[in-house]
């Protein structure tokens, strides 16, 4: 009998000190084999060997890679393994790091292609500019009382281009004549023009259905039409890039559109993550899109 590679056990919290367990800040990649449990000992989930969030690597079915920042990851186990059971003959691994900025997951989705067989990769740019752990860094900045100096702008309307889309046109472009067997998933979000003009402060809520803005980042009404802005000009650079390429897209930012839908917070646990019963309605939306493509 074959021994698989040992496995480092770690019991599953939250904050930056989980963060800390699983995450190489110089390879900026997930630490392989690593195993989270629950208080009572159970899998809440685990790092494969090749560093990637999901069990270890089936040769038997092809392999699928969904691409992303905490969008991806999500909590737990996430969604993308969710695709498993609407795909048979495949195995989806999650590819996403949480607070990872888009020009980081191109390099860590292509350098793995060249390491690996991948019979499809789809690619989520999350909402991250190319910058890593940018909103994190502004958000600590303003704890402490410091000005957050050129990020004050951050999510500003104005400022959506040059807060992280900028450069994004000539690095999706490049990246997808590396790797052509990719499908462009769009950013999804609660936010919609109907309600983009509101204060939405007496939404947010603490405890089993809680919903907040963004993270540790300060609410206000700028930042968060700033946030639409940004997310809108991210995916329609997207899509444009993707039709130039003939890539295909799942549009989720259109599926999971709130504006004709009573309850904008029944999908998000803040503006732009999904909650985890959304889960498997993503996972069925995401291979909705691709079916034709699992051959």
Same mark, same amino acid.
């Given at each position: 009998?074959t021994?698989g590679p040992l496995?480092t056990?770690?019991l599953?919290?939250?904050?930056?000190v989980?963060?800390?367990?699983?995450?190489?800040w110089?390879?900026?990649?997930?630490?392989p084999?690593?195993v989270?449990?629950?208080?009572?000992g159970?899998?809440?989930? @685990?790092i494969?060997?090749?560093g *990637?969030?999901?069990p270890?690597?089936?040769?038997?079915?092809k392999?699928?890679?969904?691409?992303?920042?905490?969008?991806?990851?999500?909590?737990?186990?996430?969604?993308p393994c969710?695709?498993d @059971?609407?795909?048979?003959?495949?195995?989806?691994?999650? !590819?996403g790091?949480?607070?990872?900025?888009?020009?980081n997951?191109?390099?860590?989705?292509?350098?793995?292609?060249?390491?690996?067989k991948?019979?499809?990769n789809?690619?989520?740019?999350?909402?991250?500019p190319?910058s890593? /752990?940018?909103?994190?860094?502004?958000?600590?900045?303003?704890?402490a009382?410091?000005?957050?100096?050129?990020?004050?702008?951050?999510?500003?309307?104005?400022?959506?281009?040059?807060?992280?889309n900028?450069?994004?046109? @000539?690095?999706?472009?490049?990246?997808?004549?590396?790797?052509?067997?990719?499908?462009? *998933?769009?950013?999804?979000?609660?936010?919609n023009p109907?309600?983009? !003009?509101?204060?939405?402060?007496?939404?947010?809520?603490?405890?089993?259905?809680?919903?907040?803005?963004?993270?540790? *980042?300060?609410?206000s009404?700028?930042?968060?039409?700033g946030?639409?802005? /940004?997310?809108?000009?991210?995916?329609?650079?997207?899509r444009?890039?993707c039709?130039?390429?003939?890539?295909?897209?799942?549009?989720?930012?259109?599926?999971?559109?709130?504006?004709?839908?009573? @309850?904008f917070?029944?999908?998000?646990?803040?503006?732009?993550?999904?909650?985890?019963?959304?889960y498997?309605?993503?996972?069925?939306?995401v291979?909705?899109?691709?079916?034709?493509?699992?051959v």
């Amino acid at each position: 009998m074959t021994q698989g590679p040992l496995k480092t056990v770690h019991l599953a919290v939250h904050g930056d000190v989980f963060k800390a367990l699983y995450f190489d800040w110089e390879r900026l990649e997930l630490r392989p084999n690593l195993v989270f449990v629950d208080a009572n000992g159970s899998v809440v989930y @685990e790092i494969n060997d090749l560093g *990637l969030k999901g069990p270890p690597l089936d040769p038997r079915r092809k392999l699928a890679v969904v691409w992303g920042d905490s969008v991806v990851f999500g909590v737990e186990r996430s969604w993308p393994c969710l695709i498993d @059971e609407l795909a048979p003959g495949y195995q989806f691994l999650n !590819g996403g790091i949480e607070g990872d900025g888009y020009a980081n997951i191109l390099r860590r989705a292509e350098a793995f292609n060249r390491q690996h067989k991948v019979a499809l990769n789809l690619l989520m740019l999350g909402w991250h500019p190319h910058s890593m /752990f940018l909103f994190e860094q502004v958000a600590q900045q303003q704890q402490a009382g410091e000005r957050p100096g050129r990020f004050r702008q951050l999510f500003r309307r104005e400022a959506a281009t040059t807060a992280g889309n900028r450069e994004l046109r @000539e690095r999706l472009s490049g990246f997808l004549r590396a790797v052509p067997n990719t499908v462009l *998933l769009t950013m999804p979000t609660a936010l919609n023009p109907s309600i983009i !003009g509101h204060d939405l402060s007496e939404f947010f809520v603490t405890g089993a259905n809680s919903f907040t803005f963004l993270g540790r *980042l300060p609410y206000s009404i700028e930042r968060q039409r700033g946030a639409y802005a /940004f997310i809108r000009e991210r995916n329609q650079i997207a899509r444009e890039v993707c039709e130039l390429t003939n890539i295909p897209v799942v549009d989720l930012f259109k599926h999971f559109d709130t504006e004709g839908v009573a @309850e904008f917070r029944e999908w998000f646990g803040d503006i732009l993550h999904f909650r985890p019963s959304a889960y498997p309605l993503v996972a069925e939306t995401v291979h909705a899109g691709i079916r034709d493509l699992l051959v």
